[in-house]
């Protein structure tokens, strides 16, 4: 992990450990589906105050309210191989699977009702330049996967363990980081499209994975590197989708 050598966390209160778990959930509803049709600036600051809250929620709730201490930790190469491995097998396989059958079958491709719900969300973010579209997706690619490393593996999987035991703790956490890509894919894909639920299962067992890694490795390097590299090749397939029509 980033943060020190095993936090002696304390037991968190069911409440909030639900809250913790469900807010990426909340939160994308509130910016993919229930301001959908706000002004882009409105989704925009929300998508922005989120992912804020997202870095500050642990900060909270362990430095001010638990009062525990931390402190940042080198950088580990423990995992990098295995994660980097894994997250290049799913990049690979994403984008065969992109090329081979949901491209040449007009499932998700160019011109098709997806590339209209993607091309509507980029409007709303002002993405719509093949510049600022690769922009942005160094920042989710790098950045937001850091914060979401940092967020559903040290903190909240961290917090699932003082409760329950680890195999539990590891699928509860990996179903509920899949949640809040529901909604995503349900955006792009359509909630009654069996893509939408398959790539969401994958998700999960993804997000238990890489909780697995993170308890052997005991750090998120190896995680983070892995998630890296899957959601370039989610940028590189929406890239194609969007401006090579």
Known sequence: M?????IPMKRPAIWFLIFVLLFPLLQAYFYFDLMADWPPVVQKTAYSCTKVLMLLIPLISLGVIQKERFRLRKFTCRGLW???LFGIFVFAGMCLLYDFYFKPGGIIAPGTPVAEAILKKLSAFGML???LFILFGGFVSVIHSGLEEYYWRWFAFG???RTVPKLPAMLISGVAFS???VIILGTYLGYSTVWTWLFSFG???GGAYWCWLYLRKDSIWASWVSHVWIDIAIFVIGYDIIFNQ
């Open 2 to 6: 980033i943060f020190s050598e095993r």
């Open 82 to 84: 295995e994660g980097t």
């Open 129 to 131: 330049k093949p510049w």
């Open 159 to 161: 917090q699932l363990c």
């Open 179 to 181: 949640l809040h890509h």
């Open 203 to 205: 998700i999960a067992v």
